[in-house]
């Protein structure tokens, strides 16, 4: 599988389109469709895998486990900004969508005004 392919599979896997994935990682609309043909730079492709939440030996073909071996999972994840900017929250597997985030937001702000 191309790094391409790659890219578009897990895009898909994640519910978006190859244009939002390179709008998200900062990078032209059509510029990930141009992997077809030659190769992107190392900090595209690391933009990419962030926005996709893979590690870029995954992307590239190296490995097939997802996610990068970097993670620290005893970092604590500030769940406030994880849900109120723009990004990738995912729940079993599946991205959520902003209204479920923007729920769980408010509903995490309720919670913390009845302690």
């Given at each position: 599988?191309?790094?391409f392919e790659r890219t578009k599979e897990t895009a898909s896997n994640r519910g978006l389109s190859i244009q939002q994935v390179a709008k998200k990682a900062g990078l032209g609309i059509n510029s990930i469709y141009r992997w077809k043909e030659r190769n992107p730079t190392t900090s595209n492709i690391k933009a990419v895998a962030?926005?996709?939440g893979v590690s870029v030996d995954y992307l590239l073909g190296n490995t097939d486990e997802m996610h990068s071996n970097k993670r620290d999972d005893n970092v604590p994840i500030d769940?406030?900004?994880a849900l109120s900017e723009e990004?990738?929250?995912m729940f079993d597997g599946q991205p959520l969508s902003d209204?479920?985030?923007?729920?769980?937001?408010a509903m995490l702000k309720t919670m913390k005004g009845n302690d």
């Open positions: 599988m191309t790094l962030d926005v996709l769940l406030d900004k990004g990738m929250a209204e479920y985030k923007k729920a769980l937001l």
